[in-house]
């Protein structure tokens, strides 16, 4: 079992950073792929940004891309979203999810474990 815990959501204006956190329990957490997701008001979920588990290779959504930066801290079992030039359209729950092949994908379907997800907010 796999828990997953995000924080750092909040409140922004256009043009601000936030910096998302995702904690994993689990001791293979550097086996995982993990990637990060949203989901706005009234939408489907979409993909933003996954790493292997090496942390190694990167996607990320063309919404976001130059923008978002995803990493991967192995030894604090954490993984990372910093959000740079946020805008109104990036409003949404952000999720993390664990990829236990450690492929990482941007199909949400390919994912094990999902947090609770956090609030977005930018205003404009």
């Known amino acids: 079992q796999v828990q997953l815990v995000e924080s750092g959501g909040g409140l922004v204006q256009a043009g601000g950073s936030l910096r998302l956190s995702c904690a994993a329990s689990g001791r293979t957490f550097r086996n995982y792929a993990m990637g990060w997701f949203r989901q706005a008001p009234g939408k489907e979920r979409e993909f933003v940004a996954a790493?292997?588990?090496?942390?190694?290779?990167?996607y990320y959504a063309d919404s976001v891309k130059g923008r978002f930066t995803i990493s991967k801290d192995n030894a604090k079992n954490t993984v990372y979203l910093q959000m740079n030039s946020l805008k109104p359209e990036d409003t949404a729950v952000y999720y993390c999810?664990?990829?236990?092949?450690?492929?990482?994908?941007?199909?949400?379907?390919?994912?094990?474990?999902w947090g609770q997800g956090t609030q977005v907010t930018v205003s404009s």
């Open positions: 790493r292997d588990w090496r942390g190694g290779i990167a």
């Open positions: 999810a664990a990829d236990l092949s450690g492929v990482g994908t941007r199909s949400a379907r390919d994912y094990d474990y």
